[in-house]
């Protein structure tokens, strides 16, 4: 079993609430729109003896770019998973995403981006779409969101939505 904490849009914040989830979590994935090397570092040194999972974002500048990737591909707990920022939306898939699903035929698709949080079955693609909403406080979002959960042999368990006031 494998603990995840998951974030997106953190625009450059930083909440100090989120070293909580860092410190339960065996890994920690982002997926992208980090905002600043101030929050990449504090990640990352936060999180020196865990597995993290980075994409970038749109709003990424070279120097977080040149730290992380445009997406990611791995398995774990016998799910393929697939994180990139912009996917499109739900069912409606970007071109490039379309092609990476083609190409990994991932179980799980993570993306960020659209600062809507949304966990739900996809039956055209046969996957799982997890987008985390937005963590940071920039944006049209009202609330501040990211997700806790647990991968285990094919299963996601104990889903939970973590909330905070923008």
């Known amino acids: 079993m494998t603990k995840i904490f998951l974030l997106s849009d953190t625009h450059g914040y930083w909440n100090t609430e989120w070293i909580k989830y860092f410190q339960q979590a065996d890994e ?9 090397d101030n929050v990449l570092n504090t990640i990352q040194s936060l999180c020196k003896n865990k597995t993290i999972r980075i994409v970038y974002g749109n709003i990424d500048e070279s120097d977080i770019r040149t730290q992380t990737n445009e997406y990611l591909y791995f398995e774990l707990e016998n799910f393929k998973i697939l994180i990139t920022h912009i996917a499109g939306t739900y069912g409606k898939y970007s071109t490039s995403t379309q092609k990476l699903i ?6 799980i698709l993570v993306c960020g981006h659209s600062h809507i949080l949304k966990v739900k079955w996809d039956n055209a693609y046969n996957l799982w779409y997890i987008n985390p909403g937005a963590a940071g ?3 049209v979002h009202k609330v501040c969101t990211a997700l806790f959960f647990e991968l285990d042999s094919g299963k996601i368990l104990n889903m939970k939505i973590i909330e905070w006031e923008k």
Not at 28 to 36: K, P
Request: proline residues 6%; charged residues 15%.
């Open 28 to 36: 920690v994935w982002h997926a992208g729109d980090i905002g600043n």
């Open 102 to 107: 083609q190409n990994y035929h991932p179980d």
């Open 137 to 139: 406080k920039y944006g």
